[in-house]
């Protein structure tokens, strides 16, 4: 249960949009839940899909701008909130998320907010709620022009991924910081084993549902709007998944061959362990290991779906004589754990749930996996390593110290003409061609 509910006894009448909302941003600042763990709880709870889509809309919104919200509930102030009242400050941030970057009338985002502040039983919420989102609206012009002057603010980012996206990508970090603010696009992977792509567009169209096919991913599609899953034609029967164009770029960088015996490292949810099994259903064997077991659910899932079939472990990357059977690998996918910088448009709380401190850590993670599943390749086999972040520190500068200490690890040249090209893989921006960030090396043993 939220603090809001815990601390004051709940409110009464039914739940609220903007008050689980909040609830939902104060699990991510107080607490550090991610919003994807808990935001869907906070949602059953209301009466409507409309509830529900609000709800989602001003969570997912506040803690994208929230540097900036921030910034600015901090000059609204008279003095700042005592650390008890943090279920006030989210709300607050969520009206000013409304009054500042939603389509919702003044006067309505104003209204809701402070009835649903009067649900917090505290009786100088409401008022200070009114006070606060009545003088921002008053005074929006200059606390804008103050907020481009202040560099977290401006980008709505932490300081040091702004400092860390400026050392790496010195040109392009303001177009990356941009994408991380920006909505996703919902991004389609067609099963060929049921459906071509161009078959599926025929069918999106007659169902009115427009999209467009993806210029690098040659199984995406692209929907000019998101939709419920139980919209999209087929999806039930397995026809299509969900997933960006960046990940589905894995399959095919894996040069996948009938008689493989192919490893998918990391695997769960099972997005690129389902693509690799539509691209090459005759492989020997695909073996899909995580470390999580109650994601691995999400995996069994899919491959049920879609029909698909996979021999699924729990188990560490770092530590695979737990649960290898000595049996070699021609492919091995290495969907490495990192710091998600390349899918913050997705999950905007990894802007606060993600320290600078996590960087060196994670890089040592993933240098201990690389180091410890290399063994599991047969000579001449194939690589891939994979990340969806966008800092050196995991992707270019990892790899190459990797090959640096492994002199039978050679560097594949990768084509495409998609992303960036690194001394060691490629690079895609967050944002370019749609797609999420993402870096990818392959290696081959020599």
Not at 119 to 147: D, H, I, Y
Not at 200 to 216: F, G, V
Request: net charge neutral; glycine share 6%; aromatic share 6%.
């Amino acid at each position: 249960m939220s603090g809001l509910a815990r601390r004051r006894g709940p409110s009464a009448g039914p739940p609220d949009a903007r008050l689980q909302a909040a609830r939902a941003v104060l699990g991510v600042l107080r607490d550090g839940r991610s919003l994807s763990d808990c935001l869907p709880p906070l949602q059953a709870a209301l009466d409507s899909p409309e509830s529900r889509a609000l709800a989602q809309e001003l969570a997912y919104g506040t803690l994208r701008w929230y540097h900036r919200l921030a910034f600015w509930l901090e000059r609204l102030l008279d003095r700042p909130l005592k650390r008890r009242d943090r279920d006030v400050e989210a709300l607050l941030l969520v009206g000013l998320y409304q009054c500042s970057e939603t389509r919702i009338p003044d006067h309505a985002a104003v209204s809701a907010t402070v009835n649903a502040a009067r649900r917090l039983s505290q009786p100088w919420a409401a008022g200070m709620s009114n006070a606060v989102l009545r003088r921002f609206l008053r005074e929006q012009t200059e606390l804008r022009a103050l907020a481009e002057q202040a560099p977290q603010a401006a980008w709505a980012h932490p300081a040091w991924l702004l400092e860390t996206l400026q050392a790496d990508w010195p040109t392009q970090w303001q177009a990356i910081a941009r994408a991380n603010n920006a909505r996703p696009p919902m991004v389609l992977r067609v099963n060929r084993l049921r459906i071509t792509r161009d078959a599926y567009l025929a069918q999106l169209a007659a169902a009115d549902l427009w999209a467009d096919p993806h210029p690098y991913a040659e199984d995406a599609v692209v929907l000019e709007h998101p939709v419920a899953v139980t919209q999209l034609p087929g999806f039930d029967e397995g026809a299509v998944s969900v997933q960006d164009a960046a990940g589905q770029l894995a399959a095919g960088l894996m040069q996948l061959a009938s008689g493989q015996r192919v490893l998918d490292l990391c695997a769960a949810p099972g997005s690129k362990t389902c693509h690799m099994l539509e691209r090459e259903p005759d492989l020997a064997e695909m073996v899909a290991v995580d470390i999580e077991p109650g994601r691995l659910e999400r995996l069994h899932q899919n491959l049920q779906r879609l029909q698909l079939k996979a021999t699924v472990l729990a188990g560490d990357g770092t530590q695979p004589d737990a649960w290898w059977d000595g049996r070699p690998f021609q492919r091995i996918l290495m969907d490495a754990p990192c710091s998600a910088t390349g899918v913050i448009r997705r999950h905007p709380d990894i802007k606060l749930l993600r320290r600078s401190t996590d960087i060196p850590t994670l890089a040592a993670l993933q240098g201990r996996m690389l180091d410890a599943v290399w063994p599991l390749l047969e000579p001449g086999g194939m690589l891939v390593y994979a990340t969806c972040s966008m800092l050196r520190a995991e992707n270019r500068d990892l790899v190459e110290a990797f090959v640096g200490r492994r002199p039978d690890a050679e560097p594949v040249p990768m084509t495409g003409g998609w992303g960036m090209p690194e001394s060691v893989g490629r690079q895609i921006a967050a944002g370019t061609a749609g797609m999420d960030g993402f870096y990818y090396a392959v290696l081959r043993k020599q």
